[in-house]
Nanobody
Framework: QARLVESGGGLVQPGVSLRLSCAAS????????VGWFRQAPGKEREDVSC????????KYENSVKGRFTISRDSAENTVYLQMNSLKPEDTGVYYC????????????????WGQGTQIIVSS
């Protein structure tokens, strides 16, 4: 059975780093574009980052550029989101999702989603 499981969230102070994991089972993540999304309390879900399956290109939402890095570990069948210099506005539930296509599509194009992991950035 195909599964995506996010982990690595928690309650942290501003300025620290976290690394989120998106681990797949039942299929190979290398065959998919993988996206990270987040939903802050009371807000719509938004794109955070994406790594394309066809050329490995990456994409970041403007507010996380220079702070977040998305990467793949094929051996672990996992995609990571390294988040540095966390800010209170990074608070939310973070989801990963997969898209069986090339490039980084719009949110509604993603085929399969994980259940999310929560991050709270607060002093």
């Amino acid at each position: 059975q195909a599964r995506l499981v996010e982990s690595g969230g928690g309650l942290v102070q501003p300025g620290v780093s976290l690394r989120l994991s998106c681990a797949a089972s039942g299929f190979s993540l290398d065959r998919y574009t993988v996206g990270w999304f987040r939903q802050a309390p009371g807000k719509e879900r938004e794109d955070v980052s994406c790594i394309a399956r066809n050329d490995g290109s990456t994409k970041y939402e403007n507010s996380v550029k220079g702070r977040f890095t998305i990467s793949r570990d094929s051996a672990e069948n996992t995609v990571y989101l390294q988040m540095n210099s966390l800010k209170p506005e990074d608070t939310g539930v973070y989801y990963c999702a997969v898209y069986y296509g090339s490039g980084c599509p719009a949110e509604e194009e993603y085929d399969f989603w994980g259940q999310g992991t929560q991050i709270i950035v607060s002093s």
